[in-house]
């Protein structure tokens, strides 16, 4: 399956970029095989979704934790969308 965005890895960090033509369909709701902490490097109009919850406008400078096999989504905004991540174990 093809994914909804570009990588970067290093060890346990990531680098996503998300374009922001990237096709609805493809942003689905999915679970994380382990704990992440991410930040948003920059990005306008995107917004992160955790099961059961509202979703949450995504602003650069903010960083938040996903717990695995925690069901999450983004929703797709205006302009690309970079996120670093890392992995926590």
Not at 27 to 38: A, C, K, P, Q
Not at 50 to 67: M, R
Request: proline residues 4%; hydrophobic residues 30%; glycine residues 4%.
């Amino acid at each position: 399956m093809k994914r909804p965005y570009s990588e970067i890895r290093s060890q346990n960090n990531l680098r996503r970029v998300f374009k922001q033509n990237v096709d609805n369909s493809e942003l689905v709701w999915h679970r994380d095989r382990e704990d992440r902490l991410v930040e948003v490097v920059s990005g306008n109009g995107w917004m992160f979704q955790s099961d059961n919850q509202l979703p949450i406008e995504l602003k650069p400078g903010d960083k938040f934790k996903i717990k695995k096999e925690s069901y999450h989504r983004i929703i797709r905004g205006n302009t690309p969308l970079e996120v670093n991540i890392k992995l926590l174990n």
